[in-house]
């Protein structure tokens, strides 16, 4: 059974570019969750999806946002990138959003340069 | 707002010995979650715990929940170099219309010496 699936894993970006990283989810699971983890801020939560629907947002800027496809898959984006964007981003996948089990993907490793 | 305190922030242990990392959250929440992360790598689930009194082992790790007291621990036991690795708890915010978010705590870095 795949698990969740991020890409890219590792990312070099430049300050004022904008980025998008694709989560997909395990087969079945239809909510996703994203969190950005710094060695500052630590892990902080980004956005949930369900049922391709927006339901939770963090508090992070409106340069931040992303989506979720029918098929579960979803994407973050993040525009005019800051340094302070980089960061490893996780997603995590869940069967609905009350599951007991919350598996998470590899992450992606934004850096800004 | 949920906040989740974890210490200690980080611990240096030696092969064989006990030790407990301490997990308060400040409001009630009816999941808690232990992660594991090694550097560079992504989350690792070890444990959920559902219900208070609830009492989870695996291997040299035994993880429990007190919803009264808003207070998990995560206890090693005679441990070895293996289980170096950052350790966090997230517990379940859930709003009404159940849309949730995990809040985690800061992570304990756990290193375990020869």
């Known amino acids: 059974k795949a698990g969740v699936t991020q890409t890219p894993r590792y990312l070099i970006k430049t300050r004022g570019q904008q980025v998008t990283l694709s989560c997909s989810p395990i087969s079945g699971h239809r909510s996703v969750s994203w969190y950005q983890q710094t060695p500052g801020q630590g892990l902080q939560f980004l956005f949930e999806?369900?049922?391709?629907?927006?339901?939770n947002k963090g508090n992070f800027p409106g340069r931040f946002s992303g989506r979720q496809f029918s098929n579960s898959r979803s994407e973050m984006n993040v525009s005019t990138l800051e340094l302070g964007d980089s960061a490893l981003y996780l997603c995590?996948?869940?069967?609905?959003?009350?599951?007991?089990?919350?598996?998470f993907g590899s992450g992606t490793r934004l850096t800004v340069v | 707002e949920l906040k989740v305190e974890q210490n200690p922030l980080f611990l240096s242990m030696q092969e064989g010995k006990n030790y407990t990392i301490y997990c308060n959250y400040s409001t009630t929440s009816d999941r808690l979650y232990w992660y594991r992360q090694d550097p560079g790598k992504s989350l690792e689930s070890l444990f959920v715990l559902l219900s208070n009194g609830a009492v989870k082992q695996e291997g040299r790790l035994m993880a429990s929940l007190d919803t009264k007291a808003r207070l998990s621990t995560l206890h090693i036991t005679a441990a070895v170099h293996d289980l170096s690795a950052t350790y966090f708890c997230?517990?379940?915010?859930?709003?009404?219309?159940?849309?949730?978010?995990?809040?985690f705590g800061s992570g304990t870095r756990l290193l375990v010496r020869p």
């Open positions: 995590a996948s869940s069967l609905r959003p009350r599951s007991t089990g919350y598996t």
């Open positions: 997230a517990v379940v915010q859930y709003q009404m219309d159940s849309s949730y978010k995990l809040i």
């Open positions: 999806y369900f049922s391709e629907t927006q339901r």
